[in-house]
């Protein structure tokens, strides 16, 4: 069982950056692959960016590329969503997710834990 708590979330004028967290519990958090993903409203989730276990090997939106950075700690058993260059269009709700497999990073039924979510809203 990996409980997944967001963080970091906010207000931010576009062209600003934010950072997010999400701490795991549990000892296990190393053997997942890590992704976030986010919802804005009257949309479906989507698929942001994924580390896989070892943080070495990471994928991406073509939405964020070159502006969001996914990474981890895994003896914080945290990882991380660094977001620049924010644009209106990334206002959503972003969701953490914890995935066994590895693989399958871009689909939402591939996680098997979920954390709560965190408010991103960028101003125009």
């Known amino acids: 069982q990996v409980q997944l708590v967001e963080s970091g979330g906010g207000l931010v004028q576009a062209g600003g950056s934010l950072r997010l967290s999400c701490a795991a519990s549990?000892?296990?958090?190393?053997?997942?692959?890590m992704s976030w993903f986010r919802q804005a409203p009257g949309k479906e989730r989507e698929f942001v960016a994924a580390?896989?276990?070892?943080?070495?090997?990471?994928y991406y939106a073509d939405s964020v590329k070159g502006r969001f950075t996914i990474s981890r700690d895994n003896a914080k058993n945290t990882v991380y969503l660094q977001m620049s260059s924010l644009k209106p269009e990334d206002t959503a709700v972003y969701y953490c997710?914890?995935?066994?497999?590895?693989?399958?990073?871009?689909?939402?039924?591939?996680?098997?834990?979920w954390g709560q979510g965190t408010q991103v809203t960028v101003s125009s």
């Open positions: 997710a914890a995935n066994p497999a590895g693989w399958g990073l871009s689909r939402s039924n591939a996680y098997d834990y």
């Open positions: 549990g000892r296990t958090f190393s053997s997942y692959a």
């Open positions: 580390s896989k276990r070892s943080g070495s090997t990471t």
